[in-house]
């Protein structure tokens, strides 16, 4: 039989006396195992009495059952109110409307409440501290927050003082409200009008939680301090809020600051300031410490739960401690722990970072398997896991379960695959789940559309990516730095500078800024064009928009300036940067350096070379090889050599990039002999050499008019390991045909392919005009209809050559109709 069909007990009281007797005796006891069906019976014989209980047990059934804290009881108490004032004869006090009043505010019926308490002043009875405190209450818990305050005002009119509950009330209405700053001031009002009661432990530990919710950790602090001196005793609260609104804030020194001043104070943490303390060390990457405090908080005897072990987990596994993943895991199933749907989503997280995305899978299954419900973010990690190793097919696999267990895909599960396809070029899969997603109701972000532009460019479909990036617009998302550097990267790469400029000029007329790597993927590409002035215009707009140049920025603008051979304005950005605080490095000077010798100004690159080492730099291989280069340039070898030995002395090692330049000084300045013996001591010390070191020299025994020597530095190359290129058949060729040896050359020219060789474009103007120069008219028209049969360009040089000798003046004009029908056109339209 159920408890709604209790019989009533056979002792039943009767009179008013037994029955008020037995409510005060059960009220007293806490009503611990009263049933609100039995509350109606007793309810009922009292309603009956004759003389009826006094109204002291009618408020104390009505309290017993709204002290049972059960919404759906409340209607069963009005219903008693109401019954009373029906039967009559009971005068009910304020104690009585209080109650009622209580059960309404907790209905979030504060409404009725204030309808009771009209009804209480109809019938004469004075409402008390109590009772506005009640509504004060309800007003704050369905967010009426400024009623509230307003009936705070109120009160004393109506001849109720505020007591320090009702401040407290108040205060917690208005913080949870967010409204800690009129919080801040009701507490003040306390100090200041009060002389009966002052702020106590709930009033500042409201405000502290208050304002650490807000983030205003600052005014905690001093609340706390406040506290403090004012003698109130913190407790757990108070230090666990603390340091709540401390870690939250990041600030993790404080925050362990107060752990130790709550465990110095005697003060017992509770296991959730453990967790928070444990947290903000795993957070900072502190694992020692945590697991110290872990230690702590069981020989205290709390147990150590779930989130506990989730921190551990998550803080190790940003730390790529596997092992302590694994073995963190382990204890705490050992501890009889259940691990929920976090800890096996962050062992996942830390398999799929080894590399071990099969296993995160297995996890995943035993999960299921467990009766945990894998969500969003546990799939996401293991499509993402499978992603970084490069298995995009098992992640679309990954996907398709999600959805055939009806999970809807997020935006971040899009996200990461599309995010993958575009780094694989694969642009059309990306292109499908771009639209997949958005048919699934699933709006693009401009993440999302800035992942996908970015991909657009990279492989140069710029128009495309302008279409989406209009697209993009038009649907109303707004672009951010993310969404236009690719776009200005591209116009960049195809040359298009004017129009990445205007790219960012609409940026900031939009607002949005770009951001150093925009700035400097601009000004890079107008350097590269030999557009360094207006570069130097982009590093003016970028300073003018509070984007701080680095290093790269002021190097690519000098480097841009000496590309232009204007190093004056090149040193200018050096002194300019220089006065900002930032300090060349070893590139910045290489490049000046480079920008000198161009001009032919090797000697005051020296000077930069010494000022360079005077600031503590030392210069490197670059540096080295682009001085030496420039002194070889302006004859200056005797200073070439001494600086080479100066590079040996700091310890610099000297690279193939290094020989070469000194071959190549050595033979421009006449001084074949030198460079053959420098060659020949690299061959014996088995130091490093590349085809080009015998293309230097063969070209220079060419020039000398050493044929043979030539021809033997060439037919050695293949005994050092070497295989002579298009340059270095090039080279002996215009040698070969120079002295005369055509056929020689021609059985060089025929051997070519047959070593793996094939002739380009220039080797065939330089054969055409060498043949030409020697009036070996019908060779050069062969080499001419190569020219054209593989489609090549002449060169200028040919074509000045070709005009010259077949236009009408010319040594071959009648031998014009020869040659083939482009070229004479070219020669005719002259």
């Known amino acids: 039989m159920s408890s709604a069909a209790l019989p009533p007990p056979a002792s039943a009281p009767h009179t008013a006396e037994q029955l008020e007797k037995l409510v005060k005796e059960r009220y007293r006891s806490g009503w611990k195992s009263l049933h609100i069906q039995e509350a109606s019976h007793i309810f009922s014989r009292m309603l009956s009495a004759n003389p009826k209980p006094s109204i002291i047990a ?138 009966v009661f002052k702020p106590d432990l709930i009033t500042y530990n409201t405000i502290i939680d208050g304002l650490c919710k807000e983030g205003a950790t600052d005014k905690a602090l001093q609340m706390y301090e406040n506290m403090v001196a004012a003698g109130v005793v913190a ?184 995010n993958a396809y575009c780094k694989n070029e694969r642009m059309n899969d990306a292109l499908c789940l771009f639209n997949a997603m958005q048919a699934q109701g699933v709006i693009p972000d401009v993440i999302i559309y800035s992942t996908i532009l970015n991909g657009y460019c990279k492989i140069g479909q710029l128009e495309k990516a302008t ?47 770009p951001d150093g790597v925009t700035f400097n993927t601009l000004i890079d590409a107008l350097c590269k064009e ?82 360079m080492r005077h600031s503590g730099l030392e210069p490197d291989t670059v540096t080295y090889n682009t001085l030496l280069n420039g002194l070889y340039k302006v004859g200056r070898v005797a200073c070439a050599s001494k600086l080479h030995k100066q590079m040996l002395a700091a310890g610099v090692s000297p690279n193939i990039r290094t020989t070469n330049i000194t071959l190549d000084g050595l033979c421009r300045n006449q001084r074949i002999d030198e460079a053959m013996i420098m060659l020949q001591e690299c061959l014996s010390q088995n130091k490093p050499l590349d085809v080009m070191s015998f293309n230097i020299l063969i070209d220079a025994m060419v020039t000398a008019g050493k044929i043979d020597a030539a021809r033997d530095l060439f037919n050695s190359i293949p005994s050092k390991g070497l295989k002579a290129t298009v340059a270095t058949y090039t080279i002996l060729i215009k040698g070969l045909i120079k002295e005369g040896l055509l056929d020689e050359a021609d059985e060089l020219f025929l051997s070519l392919e047959k070593n793996g060789c094939l002739s380009d474009s220039i080797m065939l103007n330089v054969i055409i005009r060498s043949l030409l120069e020697k009036e070996e008219l019908k060779k050069a028209i062969y080499f001419l209809f190569q020219v054209e049969e593989k489609r090549y360009s002449l060169e200028i040089s040919t074509i000045s050559l070709l005009i010259s000798l077949f236009t009408v003046d010319g040594k071959f004009h009648e031998n014009l109709e020869l040659l083939p029908k482009f070229f004479q056109d070219i020669v005719q339209s002259q």
């Open 58 to 195: 009618f408020n104390y059934i009505l309290a017993a059952n709204s002290r049972m804290r059960v919404q759906k009881h409340y209607p069963t108490i009005l219903s008693f109110f109401n019954q009373m004032h029906q039967v009559g004869g009971i005068d009910t006090n304020s104690c009585t409307y209080g109650i009622i009043i209580d059960c309404c505010c907790r209905m979030n019926r504060v409404d009725l409440g204030f309808g009771v308490l009209g009804g209480m002043l109809k019938r004469g009875c004075s409402p008390t501290t109590v009772t506005f405190n009640t509504l004060i209450r309800g007003l704050c818990s369905v967010e009426k927050v400024k009623d509230a305050a307003h009936l705070f005002e109120v009160m004393p009119k109506m001849g109720c003082m505020p007591n320090l509950i009702s401040y407290n009330t108040l205060i917690k209405g208005l913080c949870d409200s967010r409204n800690t700053l009129l919080a801040l001031e009701l507490h003040q009002k306390i100090g200041a009008e009060s002389i």
């Open 235 to 418: 407790d757990v609260f108070t230090y666990t809020t603390m340091i709540n609104g401390l870690c939250r804030k990041g600030d993790m020194h404080n925050a362990f600051k107060f752990f130790e001043v709550m465990i110095n104070e005697g003060v017992a943490p509770n296991a959730l300031t453990y967790n928070m303390i444990i947290n903000a060390y795993c957070k900072v990457s502190n694992m020692n410490k945590a697991s110290g405090i872990l230690k702590q908080m069981i020989d205290k005897g709390i147990e150590p739960n779930i989130v506990t072990y989730n921190s551990l987990i998550h803080g190790h596994c940003a730390l790529g401690h596997w092992s302590e993943v694994i073995a963190t895991f382990r204890e705490m199933v050992e501890r009889g722990l259940t691990p929920n749907t976090i800890t096996f989503t962050g062992v996942m997280k830390s398999l799929c970072k080894q590399g071990k995305t099969s296993d995160a899978q297995k996890l995943l299954d035993l999960m299921i398997t467990r009766g945990n419900k894998p969500d969003a973010f546990s799939y996401n990690t293991l499509i993402h896991g499978y992603v970084m190793e490069g298995r995009l097919n098992d992640a679309a696999k990954v996907v398709n379960s999600m959805v055939q267990k009806g999970l809807k895909l997020n935006i971040h599960t899009y996200g990461i695959l599309i």
């Open 467 to 513: 279409t989406l990036f209009n697209a993009m617009v038009n649907q109303g998302v707004n672009p951010t730095v993310s969404s236009y550097s690719p776009l200005i990267w591209c116009n960049c790469t195809n040359g298009d500078w004017k129009e990445a400029i205007r790219l960012l000029e609409e940026m900031t007329n939009r607002g949005i800024y």
């Open 530 to 611: 030999g557009k360094a002035s207006e570069a130097h215009r982009i590093l003016d707009m970028m300073i003018k928009s509070d984007v701080e140049p680095n290093i790269i920025t002021y190097t690519t603008i000098i480097d841009g300036f000496c590309l232009v051979n204007e190093v004056d304005k090149a040193l200018k950005i050096f002194d300019f940067m220089v006065l900002e605080g930032h300090l060349p490095n070893v590139i910045t000077y290489s490049v000046l350096i480079n920008g000198y010798c161009k001009i032919g100004k090797a000697d005051e690159g020296s000077k930069l070379l010494c000022k």
